[in-house]
């Protein structure tokens, strides 16, 4: 089934083309077909023609139902199902419950690399729709955080949200989430494993086609505890 909804949605348009054509010449062969059942005189070309004419309905009627069921699907059906139905790659285990903390491999990384200094500044932050907004850009922070922000996107699938020494390019996850949040909590953070200095907490949403949107990326400075 879930290869059947992937093939309905990958090949939307060209359904329809085909469809559309397939009509053309259906409802064509049915006018034609009613033209001759009209004419007819005898009763042997009578039944010929009664025939042709119920075959072409059946031929009509099937691509107006097979038309209809595209449409209900593509609208209804498929917009409503799961991200990672759509997805080819291995996606986060949203079903489990969410940490907050990395895993010792990520840890491991992290620490063989050097933070640098965060600049207080956003990037690809979008209001209503994709924001943290706590922590604000340079705060300092320290412990086990909330964070607060929104995620409210058409066709939403799921969003995680990775932290990332500053400069870097190795991102980590910290966690996930499958409902839209309205300037609410998107989870947890704890930072006490984390090497005190800069670092870059970022947003990342998908919607349920599978398209990542741009991330919303938010420097951060981690102090250690007192």
């Known amino acids: 089934m879930i ?10 348009v060209l359904i329809y083309i085909l469809l559309a054509i397939g009509s053309m010449f259906a409802f064509r062969w049915l006018w034609r077909s009613w033209q001759e059942f009209q004419t007819a005189v005898y009763s042997l070309e009578r039944q010929f023609s009664s025939r042709r004419l119920g075959q072409s309905a ?16 593509t609208s209804f059906i498929i917009p409503g199902l799961p991200s990672d139905v759509f997805l080819t790659t291995p996606t986060l285990d949203l079903i489990s419950t969410p940490t907050g903390t990395l895993s010792a491999e990520m840890m491991t990384q992290f620490a063989g690399l050097i933070p640098q200094t965060a600049i207080a500044n956003t990037s690809g932050c979008t209001p209503n729709q994709i924001m943290i907004t706590s922590p604000q850009p340079g705060e300092e922070i320290k412990g086990a955080i909330e964070l607060i922000g929104t995620v409210d996107i058409p066709n939403f699938g799921f969003y995680k949200y990775e932290v990332a020494p500053q400069g870097s390019t190795t991102w980590a996850t910290i966690s ?15 930072t006490t494993a984390l090497t005190p200095g800069d670092y ?11 398209q990542e949107l741009p991330v919303c990326v938010v420097p951060v400075r981690i102090v250690p505890l007192q």
């Open 3 to 12: 290869e059947f909804y992937k093939f309905l949605a990958s090949y939307e």
């Open 58 to 73: 059946a031929i009509s009627i099937l691509i107006v139902i097979l038309f209809c069921i595209e449409v209900f699907m």
């Open 176 to 190: 996930a989430g499958r409902t839209i949040v309205n300037k609410g909590s998107l989870g947890r953070w704890d």
């Open 200 to 210: 870059q907490l970022r947003l990342v949403v998908t919607d349920n086609q599978g």
